[in-house]
């Protein structure tokens, strides 16, 4: 038997062994990082922009967190620094310079704006500011921003207080935030075409804005304040569940439930909100909404999709060993983030005279975090689909 053939033999097996002992994935919300990172693949209907067209990362490094806009992409990467690429019309890729001393350390995409948190906890927003999307509220004393959302024409930022902000376009009352009941805070945003959500410190789902004119009967509960004119809250999907992350789209919405299954709500004319359904022992940890699609990432690190043209949406398939850790959705299009774990290690001992086929697998962090050492230096890029086969 050829020696290459072997070898993939011997990593198949290997892979087999370690899907039954790796742990379960716990995924980020979208744009947030995740440790130690790896790889990002970008698939879609269209790379007109170029929005697939994931930067090759310097060595050493890793991206951790990924935010897709409507035909822009935004990758973080472990240095902190923010990379972005596809369409920039009003300049949602100019990513700004950072002082001294300063990261950042989240990524949101918006139709034709971009959102970053920094290590200081300020937001910087860049791209078409038309309604004042791009420039987050002056914080209070002592407080930081924590989050960021960009949905079509407008932005939401929770701050360290549990208090969620909006700003630009308000038409449709989506950065009208609902004020909280007494002892709860909200614990994560998630920005629509129109409307927005937020979610509560006790595991419910609060719509605001346009949105509520795509919900299907008894999926939100509407409550207004005596005020004139009146202020209204919609309190969404199964008010007896807990959910503990959430994502939005353009007419469509989806919640993760604590218990690992996921709610979608909203328009359903492409199929995104037909949730696959899951094999036994196995739950759903992250979600992304896009205009007509949804991505879901799985506690045994496959990705999902489901919606529109999903022929041409085939999520890039992985090696053995390897698993997917952050997702995100644009308007028609789809980022992931992989790491190869334990796999990545098995190319130390790759005779020179091979094919690169296995040494393009993961950047250097992903494979130096693991008990059994570090690897040859690889180059970082890794997009599957052009890695050749072994005969």
């Known amino acids: 038997m050829p020696l290459l053939r072997r070898y993939v033999t011997v990593l198949m097996t290997v892979g ?10 716990v995924a980020a919300p979208i744009g947030v990082p995740v440790s130690p990172g790896g790889s990002v693949v970008a698939w879609g209907e269209s790379n007109a922009y170029g929005q697939l067209d994931v930067p090759e990362l310097p060595d050493g490094l890793t991206y951790t967190a990924v935010a897709a806009g409507q035909e822009h992409s935004l990758v973080l990467r472990s240095d902190g620094q923010v990379v972005a690429f596809g369409r920039n019309l009003g300049g949602e ?10 990261t950042y350390t989240a990524v949101a995409g ?23 999307e791009t420039i987050a509220p002056l914080l209070p004393a002592g407080s930081r921003y ?6 079509q024409q407008h932005s939401l930022a929770l701050r360290s207080d549990g208090q969620v902000v909006g700003f630009g376009d308000n038409g449709s009352e989506q950065i009208d935030v609902p004020s909280l009941p007494a002892d709860l805070t909200y614990t994560a945003i998630a920005a629509g075409a129109q409307y927005s959500l937020a979610l509560r410190s ?16 008894g999926v939100c509960e509407r409550t207004c304040a005596p005020e004139n004119p009146p202020v209204c809250t919609w309190l969404c999907i199964d008010f007896t569940r807990t959910y503990t992350s959430i994502a939005a789209g353009f007419g469509h919405a989806l919640a993760l439930r604590l218990d690992g299954q996921i709610v979608g709500f909203g328009a359903n004319a492409e199929g995104q909100l037909d949730v696959p359904p899951l094999p036994v022992g196995v739950v759903y940890t992250a979600v992304a909404a ?23 949406n085939v999520v890039p398939a992985l090696l053995p060993g390897a698993q997917y850790v952050a997702v995100a959705a644009g308007h028609e299009h789809s980022l992931a983030i992989s790491t190869c774990g334990l796999l990545c290690n098995l190319g130390r001992d790759i005779p020179e005279a091979l094919p690169d086929f296995f040494r393009r697998l993961c950047p250097d962090p992903v494979r130096d975090q693991w008990p059994c050492g570090p690897g040859p230096l690889l180059p970082s890029s890794f997009r599957p689909w052009e890695l050749p086969r072994p005969s």
């Open 290 to 312: 896009g205009i007509f699609h949804s991505v879901a990432l799985r506690s045994d690190g496959q990705v999902v999709y489901f919606g529109r043209f999903p022929d041409n």
């Open 202 to 217: 006790d595991g419910k789902v609060i719509l605001f804005g346009a949105g509520q004119g795509t919900l299907p009967t």
């Open 93 to 102: 890729t100019d990513v700004p310079a950072l002082p001294p001393g300063i």
């Open 16 to 25: 087999a062994m370690l899907a039954a002992a790796t742990a379960t994935v």
């Open 146 to 151: 924590t989050a960021v959302a960009a949905g």
């Open 110 to 132: 918006g139709s034709y704006h971009s959102l970053a948190l920094r290590s200081d906890g300020q937001v910087v927003g860049f791209g078409r500011d038309g309604f004042g």
